[in-house]
């Protein structure tokens, strides 16, 4: 049985959530890597920020569909959502454009386990956590590089 500890990579690149976008953008670039964990200034995972967090940054705003109701604006989805887009698409920090609460594995969850974490969730990489600690990081090449042997 592979664990996640037996595929992880150990020595984690991470950003606090004051790292700024463009500097995240390069550091993933730079190390071929699609996503970093966000620690705070506890050291502790708060977030993480991926490739496709920085692609929404660049989308065009979706407008919600609002409907005049005896002269009431009605807004048929949730204003959250448009909030949120646009304080992403907005963001200057990794706190701005960061996912949270991240999904997490541990050392000991299965490759199964993570497999069907990744995929029911479309993710591409999981931090795994012990004791409340980023102690590595899981992405779908460590997946494909296991199967393969």
Same mark, same amino acid.
């Given at each position: 049985?592979?664990? %996640?500890?037996?595929?992880?990579?150990?020595?984690? /690149?991470?950003? $606090? *959530?004051?790292?700024?976008?463009?500097?995240?953008?390069? /550091?993933?670039?730079?190390?071929? +890597?699609? &996503?970093?964990? @966000? =620690? !705070?200034?506890?050291?502790? =995972?708060? #977030? +993480?920020?991926?490739?496709?967090?920085?692609?929404?940054?660049?989308?065009? /705003?979706?407008?919600?569909?609002?409907? !005049?109701?005896?002269?009431?604006?009605?807004? =048929?989805? $949730?204003?959250?959502?448009?909030?949120?887009?646009?304080?992403?698409?907005? &963001?200057?920090?990794?706190?701005?454009?960061? $996912?949270?609460?991240?999904?997490? @594995?541990?050392?000991?969850?299965?490759?199964?386990?993570?497999?069907?974490?990744? %995929? *029911? !969730?479309? +993710?591409?990489?999981?931090?795994?956590?012990? #004791? #409340?600690? /980023?102690?590595?990081?899981? &992405?779908?090449?460590?997946? @494909?590089?296991?199967?393969?042997?």
């Amino acid at each position: 049985m592979i664990l %996640a500890k037996d595929i992880m990579t150990r020595e984690v /690149l991470t950003v $606090s *959530e004051e790292t700024p976008i463009n500097e995240a953008a390069r /550091l993933m670039m730079e190390n071929r +890597i699609s &996503g970093l964990p @966000v =620690l !705070n200034s506890a050291k502790s =995972l708060v #977030g +993480i920020v991926c490739e496709s967090d920085i692609i929404d940054q660049g989308k065009q /705003l979706h407008l919600p569909t609002v409907v !005049n109701l005896m002269g009431y604006i009605v807004f =048929l989805e $949730s204003s959250r959502k448009l909030e949120k887009e646009l304080k992403k698409m907005a &963001g200057l920090t990794c706190r701005d454009l960061m $996912s949270a609460p991240v999904k997490t @594995v541990t050392p000991d969850s299965t490759l199964e386990q993570i497999a069907t974490l990744m %995929a *029911e !969730n479309k +993710i591409h990489s999981i931090p795994v956590v012990a #004791g #409340g600690k /980023l102690v590595g990081i899981v &992405g779908k090449k460590d997946i @494909v590089r296991a199967v393969a042997r």
